[in-house]
């Protein structure tokens, strides 16, 4: 079983940054695209960054466009989103996920997926 594991989420102030950390086995993330989705309170899970299993960015929301970059370090067997210029619309559930064909945006083509983190932004 493929267990993916986030971490890095809090509270931060408007303009403030976080990175996110999504950890998981080294054969996990060099076999696997993987991906960055968040949610918010009622509304369905949507689609923020993903990452090919050779380490290249495949896709970027454009809601976060200039501000997030999803990266990886496969020898510590994570899986990382930097966000910057950070803004309360933000604020959401952070979830990693792997499994899809490269450059999916649907949350339905990830076959694992972690626990989420929260991401608070203040004004």
């Known amino acids: 079983q493929v267990q993916l594991v986030e971490s890095g989420g809090g509270l931060v102030q408007a303009g403030g940054s976080l990175r996110l950390s999504c950890v998981a086995s080294?054969?996990?993330?060099?076999?696997?695209?993987m991906g960055w989705f968040r949610q918010f309170p009622g509304k369905a899970r949507e689609f923020v960054a993903s990452i090919s299993f050779i380490g290249e960015s495949t896709g970027i929301a454009d809601s976060v466009k200039g501000r997030f970059t999803i990266s990886r370090d496969a020898a510590e067997n994570t899986v990382y989103l930097q966000m910057n210029s950070l803004t309360p619309d933000d604020t959401a559930v952070y979830y990693c996920?792997?499994?899809?064909?490269?450059?999916?945006?649907?949350?339905?083509?990830?076959?694992?997926w972690g626990q989420g983190t929260q991401v608070t932004v203040s004004s």
């Open positions: 996920a792997a499994g899809a064909r490269v450059g999916s945006y649907s949350p339905r083509d990830y076959r694992y």
């Open positions: 080294r054969r996990t993330i060099l076999s696997n695209n």
